[in-house]
């Protein structure tokens, strides 16, 4: 069975900071900080999958009754990670490039980037570059000084000049797809998306959207209204959350020299949609995945973050991802933690090469040095939607009215999804297709490395 994970095969580092922050000047730099070391494996049980289903070339559903998959991905997964990559890229490129030849009409006549690299795509992502397109400006978005201390994440992908013009998100509805979410956190509480269309409590189905009660979202593993997080181990989605939306309210932590630090979301006033589909421990079928994409595109979400992977695929979630770009939705999703040991990257991100759904991200540091945990975007002579942002030592909410340090895509991928959530309160009217194209030429490859 398909099953998915927050970390991938990689690690979660993490070092939480209650009451004040502390490490050397040293690690700020550092890919690596000396953090205590989380692992989340993805658990795969190849023994479910019979020879005949490999060979078959129709959809199966497999015995748990969970996961279907097609002969393509079982192949790729289970024979050569690299089968028909080549194949899949052109076919998916050649939607691309369909879809960008219905939009001239939004190009300003500016580009940072028009080449892609096999290891970071088309660049770090640029949120002042896409939002002048996003609006048929003339020219990026004017430069202005970071007004945070200790935000490289916001610094590095030009969220303050978006902020400077009131694109902070607001209107924009981020559906978290991941582990539970602390509700109750002081820098989230007020960011969570309301759905006025039920009744708090009075266990019906009022909205007749097939969830009873689900007042901020939807927990797929427990199966009830209520997508808090089960304890602070469950800490995931929680930082993911934060990213995008944490309250932009002053000063969160010092550390013990007194210097403040403000954790703020790249999109601060977007709305947060909690869609519980992993575990405690991180992982999950690709049925709570699948469900919890369909929830979010039939519930108003207008972007999707997938802080999750796997190394297979199913016609499951393929059909959901399809599902939500048909209904406008843009997802965004994690390259993957296995770095140099990847030709690709891991699965829903990979089918932003192969099908053409959404957009792959892959981490850099703040040096803007390409993690060496970070899948690359492969080795292909075409091009498709993957782009970087931050994701090392990225330090945002965490439960119980904490803030932690984590490093891996899981972090760099809603840096992207807030990003977007900028250009669709600047021009609400922007389609998937779209958003890919502008996401993709304004990303910026200059002064990018690999660590």
Not at 1 to 24: C, D, R
Not at 325 to 336: C, D, H, I, T, W
Not at 343 to 355: E, F, G, N
């Amino acid at each position: 069975m398909t099953e998915f994970s927050t970390e991938f095969s990689g690690f979660a580092n993490i070092f939480t900071v209650p009451n004040y922050l502390e490490f050397s000047e040293s690690e700020r730099a550092l890919d690596s900080p000396k953090l205590a070391l989380v692992p989340i494996t993805p658990v795969i049980n190849y023994s479910e999958v019979s020879s005949s289903l490999i060979e078959s070339d129709q959809v199966r559903l497999l015995s748990d009754g969970t996961s279907y998959y097609s002969n393509d991905s079982l192949s790729d997964s289970l024979k050569d990670p690299a089968r028909d990559l080549l194949s899949d890229y052109y076919r998916a490129y050649l939607v691309f490039a369909a879809d960008a030849n219905q939009i001239d009409s939004l190009d300003p006549g500016f580009r940072i980037s028009s080449s892609f690299d096999s290891e970071f795509g088309y660049g770090l992502v640029d949120a002042g570059a896409a939002i002048a397109i996003a609006l048929s400006l003339k020219s990026p978005l004017t430069d202005v000084s970071d007004p945070l201390i200790n935000s490289y994440g916001a610094a590095l992908v030009n969220a303050p000049e978006a902020w400077t013009l009131g694109y902070t998100g607001k209107g924009v509805v981020v559906a978290v797809v991941d582990t539970g979410i602390d509700l109750s956190h002081p820098d989230l509480a007020t960011s969570f998306w309301q759905n006025l269309n039920e009744i708090p409590g009075d266990g019906k189905d009022n909205d007749n959207n097939g969830y009873v009660d689900d007042i901020n979202g939807y927990d797929f593993v427990s199966r009830d209204a209520n997508p808090q997080n089960s304890s602070s181990r469950e800490y995931h989605g929680t930082h993911v959350a934060g990213i995008i939306t944490a309250n932009r309210n002053g000063t969160n932590a010092t550390d013990r020299s007194n210097i403040r630090y403000e954790v703020t979301g790249i999109a601060y006033d977007a709305q947060i949609m909690a869609v519980r589909v992993l575990n405690s421990a991180g992982r999950g079928t690709a049925q709570s995945v699948a469900q919890g994409i369909r929830y979010a595109a039939d519930n108003g979400a207008k972007v999707i973050n997938l802080s999750l992977g796997s190394p297979m695929t199913s016609g499951i979630e393929q059909d959901a991802l399809r599902y939500a770009e048909e209904k406008g939705v843009v997802v965004v999703s994690a390259s993957g933690n296995s770095g140099y040991t990847s030709v690709a990257p891991d699965y829903p991100a990979r089918l932003a090469a192969t099908s053409n759904f959404g957009i792959a991200v892959g981490a850099v540091n703040r040096n803007k040095q390409v993690a060496g945990f970070s899948n690359p975007a492969g080795t292909s002579v075409q091009q498709y939607p993957f782009v970087v942002a931050p994701g090392v030592s990225i330090l945002s909410t965490t439960p119980n009215n904490s803030f932690s340090f984590l490093s891996g895509t899981s972090m760099a991928t809603p840096h992207v999804a807030a990003v977007v959530a900028l250009m669709l309160q600047a021009n609400p009217n922007l389609t998937p297709a779209q958003v890919k194209k502008i996401i993709s030429e304004t990303a910026n490859p200059n002064s990018l490395t690999v660590a």
